[in-house]
């Protein structure tokens, strides 16, 4: 067997639901910068898709105040 780690999904997906549960609280530059500077595609696509993602759901929260125009 290659030693496969048993992890409890909900330890697992707390820590990201925690960051993602403000969107204005993540420091996207921080993002941006693990993005630019990761070498391993695969984590340099979840740093895309994370920035993406709180991107988007400023975007949102801007858009639902009240006077807002798109």
Do not use: C, H
């Not at 290659?2 to 530059?29: F, N, R, S, Y």
């Not at 910068?33 to 920035?51: C, G, R, T």
Request: aromatic content about 6%; hydrophobic content about 40%; cysteine-free.
């Amino acid at each position: 067997m290659l030693g496969v780690i048993k992890m409890d999904e909900k330890e697992v997906l707390k820590p990201i639901d925690e960051m993602l549960a403000d969107p204005w609280e993540v420091d996207i530059q921080e993002l941006f910068e693990a993005s630019v500077n990761e070498p391993d595609e695969i984590k340099k696509n979840l740093y895309d898709s994370l920035d993406t993602y709180i991107l988007q759901k400023r975007q949102e929260d801007i858009s639902n105040l009240p006077g807002s125009v798109i």
